[in-house]
C-alpha cells in the first residue's frame, strides 16, 4: 500500500484542465517536506514534472503547475493535450520509521 | 548532457541475487551534492524507491527492503550498482537508476531502465 495516495484514473477533454491529488501524513508531506511529480509515458522511464512543490525544470510547460497544503499536494494540468495521457506519480520523503523516499501509487490520466 | 544506463542479468532465479550496475556518462558521480538511486516497477504496477547512495559511500535504503539491499558506488568507474539478495518472483520488475538533486530532492536524471525477471 503506497503511503501516498492518489486517485487511480482521472481523465478530461482536450483543452480542459484537470488536477491529480496527492494525500499524505504528519510523516511526510504534512512534516513539511517538498512533494516531486513525475510523468510517466507508455513503456518510458518517468521525468520529473514539477520539484520542490511548484517548480518546473526548463523545458516542462506552464500548462504544468504543483501546490501543497497540509498534508497533500496537487498536480493541476491545464489546456489538456492529447500527448499528456500518461500516469503522474508524486513523491515525497518519509521519515517513519527511519526516514525513506516514498511514491504514490500513480494516477491514470485519460484525454478523451 | 549526463546519461544513466543500466546494465545486468534479464533473468535471475529464485533464491539468487540480482545485480545491476548503472553507468554515469557525462558527467562525474562525484560532482556536487547529488545521490545516486534506484527505484523499481513491477509489471503494471507503480514506483518503488529501493535505495540511494551519495558519491562518497553513504547509504539510505527502503526499510521494507533493507535487509536485501546493498547499494555501492565506484567512482573510479563513474558507476553506481545495486545487489538484492534472496529475489523471488515478486522482485519481478523494470528497474530503474537515477539522480536525485539532494537527499530531499527530485529525481532528475533518469536511466532507461532494464526489466528483470526472476524465474527458474
Known amino acids: 500500500q503506497p503511503v501516498l495516495t492518489q486517485p487511480p484514473s482521472v481523465s478530461g477533454a482536450p483543452g480542459q484542465r484537470v488536477t491529480i491529488s496527492c494525500t499524505g501524513s504528519?510523516?511526510?508531506?504534512?512534516?513539511?517536506?517538498?512533494v516531486h511529480w513525475y510523468q510517466q509515458l507508455p513503456g518510458t522511464a518517468p521525468k520529473l514534472l514539477i520539484y520542490g512543490n511548484s517548480n518546473r525544470p526548463s523545458g516542462v510547460p506552464d500548462r504544468f503547475s504543483g501546490s501543497k497544503s497540509g498534508t497533500s499536494a496537487s498536480l493541476a494540468i491545464s489546456g489538456l493535450q492529447a500527448e499528456d495521457e500518461a500516469d503522474y506519480y508524486c513523491q515525497s520523503y518519509d521519515s517513519s520509521p527511519s526516514g525513506w523516499r516514498v511514491f504514490g501509487g500513480g494516477t491514470k490520466l485519460t484525454v478523451l | 548532457q549526463l546519461q544513466l544506463q543500466e546494465s545486468g542479468p534479464g533473468l535471475v532465479k529464485p533464491s539468487e541475487t540480482l545485480s545491476l550496475t548503472c553507468i554515469v556518462s557525462?558527467?562525474?558521480?562525484?560532482?556536487?551534492?547529488?545521490?545516486w538511486g534506484w527505484v523499481r516497477q513491477p509489471p503494471g504496477k507503480g514506483l518503488e524507491w529501493i535505495g540511494s547512495?551519495?558519491?562518497?559511500?553513504?547509504?539510505y535504503y527502503n526499510p521494507s527492503l533493507k535487509s536485501r539491499v546493498t547499494i555501492s558506488v565506484d567512482t573510479s568507474k563513474n558507476q553506481f550498482s545495486l545487489k538484492l539478495s534472496s529475489v523471488t518472483a515478486a522482485d519481478t520488475a523494470v528497474f530503474y537508476c537515477?539522480?536525485?538533486?539532494?537527499?530531499?530532492?527530485?529525481?532528475?536524471?533518469w536511466g532507461q531502465g532494464t526489466t528483470v525477471t526472476v524465474s527458474s
Open positions: 547512495i551519495y558519491y562518497s559511500g553513504s547509504t
Open positions: 557525462g558527467g562525474s558521480i562525484s560532482s556536487g551534492s547529488y545521490y
Open positions: 504528519s510523516s511526510n508531506i504534512g512534516a513539511g517536506y517538498d
Open positions: 537515477a539522480r536525485h538533486t539532494s537527499w530531499l530532492g527530485g529525481m532528475d536524471v
